[in-house]
């Protein structure tokens, strides 16, 4: 991942219909469908949203399952749940960000955090794996019990009404973040295939 292409980043994002600029904004970006469980969230959303007037939830893309959530969001009148569907400006949307959220019920190495980190904001995701190898509990983010709407609900509270709490958490994303340095890794597969390719392993097996 290029980190530098979040950092720095000017944005306008807050002038957008809807959103304003005293909003506290949660985003979660990634696909509707199951396995992103936009469900757990919008249950969790519920609770947090009536206790601060100014928290927003921006949702990013799109999917088979995007009508269904967006039913389920007027059907309960979830306020302030913002659906911006697939957009290119990620960066930009991150940039005015305060609380990155990712709720799968399974990830590989997901790059909504990933963007999250290298945009230095505090992470909050399930304690799945692939999600674990990226947020280190109350460190650079929380991690929540898969299912658990209070759990989430509370820790998404706690970071809203906690500007501290997201001052200190900056520079342990900051640093996290370094690690997934486009420069970085591309170093260190070169050093895996100089590895290779001078024999460091032995006979490489026939296919």
Same mark, same amino acid.
């Given at each position: 991942?290029?980190?530098?292409?979040?950092?720095?980043?000017?944005?306008?994002?807050?002038?957008?219909?809807?959103?304003?600029?005293?909003?506290?904004?949660?985003?979660?970006?990634?696909?509707?469908?199951?396995?992103?469980?936009?469900?757990?969230?919008?249950?969790?959303?519920?609770?947090?949203?009536?206790?601060?007037?100014?928290?927003?939830?921006?949702? /990013?893309?799109?999917?088979?399952?995007?009508?269904?959530?967006?039913?389920?969001?007027?059907?309960r009148s979830l306020p302030r749940v913002h659906f911006l569907g697939r957009r290119r400006d990620i960066p930009e949307i991150l940039a005015a960000t305060d609380? /990155?959220?990712? /709720?799968?019920?399974?990830?590989?190495?997901?790059?909504?955090?990933?963007?999250?980190?290298?945009?230095?904001?505090?992470?909050?995701?399930?304690?799945? %794996?692939?999600?674990?190898?990226?947020? !280190?509990?109350?460190?650079?983010?929380?991690?929540?019990?898969?299912?658990d709407v209070k759990a989430l609900s509370r820790t998404l509270a706690r970071i809203i009404a906690s500007t501290e709490l997201? %001052?200190?958490?900056?520079? !342990?994303? %900051?640093?996290?973040?370094?690690?997934?340095?486009?420069? %970085?890794?591309?170093?260190?597969?070169?050093?895996?295939?100089?590895?290779?390719?001078?024999?460091?392993?032995?006979?490489?097996?026939?296919?």
């Amino acid at each position: 991942m290029d980190v530098k292409r979040f950092q720095g980043v000017a944005s306008d994002f807050r002038h957008e219909p809807g959103v304003g600029n005293d909003a506290v904004i949660a985003a979660c970006v990634g696909e509707f469908t199951p396995t992103k469980n936009h469900a757990f969230l919008l249950s969790a959303w519920e609770k947090v949203a009536s206790i601060y007037p100014n928290a927003h939830l921006v949702l /990013v893309g799109d999917g088979e399952l995007l009508g269904k959530t967006q039913e389920v969001v007027l059907k309960r009148s979830l306020p302030r749940v913002h659906f911006l569907g697939r957009r290119r400006d990620i960066p930009e949307i991150l940039a005015a960000t305060d609380i /990155v959220v990712l /709720v799968s019920g399974r990830e590989g190495l997901p790059l909504a955090l990933l963007e999250g980190m290298a945009a230095r904001e505090p992470l909050l995701a399930t304690n799945v %794996r692939g999600n674990w190898e990226l947020v !280190k509990d109350c460190a650079n983010g929380f991690l929540i019990p898969l299912g658990d709407v209070k759990a989430l609900s509370r820790t998404l509270a706690r970071i809203i009404a906690s500007t501290e709490l997201h %001052r200190k958490m900056w520079k !342990k994303v %900051r640093r996290k973040a370094r690690a997934h340095l486009l420069e %970085r890794v591309l170093e260190e597969m070169q050093v895996v295939y100089r590895k290779v390719l001078k024999g460091g392993w032995g006979k490489l097996p026939r296919m």
